[in-house]
């Protein structure tokens, strides 16, 4: 019942920035968290950024990106926003919006996933 539709990839030189949208269709039915994952050829899903939708907002992010990638919220319109700032090439990947009912690291938590988009960062 729930769609999540995300937006913003594309290609941005080393240093450069990108915004990633995300936005929830339907009742989300407990899944307070909203977040990324990303995914590079050959290697495994990574937890990116993840944010609570309820009072406080709390936020958690992976060590590789904290300091130069903001998650934030905007309630009314059900969407969340990934602002990377500073990208290198290591963050090239598909990014993949996801909703879950915890503010956890691991994919086992999720109980919905955006289509993904493509973000590369050339060097």
């Known amino acids: 019942q729930v769609q999540l539709v995300e937006s913003g990839g594309g290609l941005v030189q080393a240093g450069g920035s990108l915004r990633l949208s995300c936005a929830a269709s339907?009742?989300?039915?407990?899944?307070?968290?909203m977040g990324w994952f990303r995914q590079a050829p050959g290697k495994e899903r990574e937890f990116v950024a993840a944010i609570d939708w309820r009072s406080g907002g709390s936020t958690v992010y992976a060590d590789s990106v904290k300091g130069r990638f903001t998650i934030s919220r905007d309630n009314a319109k059900n969407t969340a926003y990934l602002q990377m700032n500073s990208l290198k090439p290591e963050d090239t990947a598909v990014y993949f919006c996801?909703?879950?009912?915890?503010?956890?690291?691991?994919?086992?938590?999720?109980?919905?996933w955006g289509q993904g988009t493509q973000v590369t960062v050339s060097s």
């Open positions: 339907g009742r989300t039915f407990s899944s307070y968290v």
């Open positions: 996801n909703a879950g009912p915890v503010l956890e690291t691991s994919a086992q938590y999720i109980n919905y």
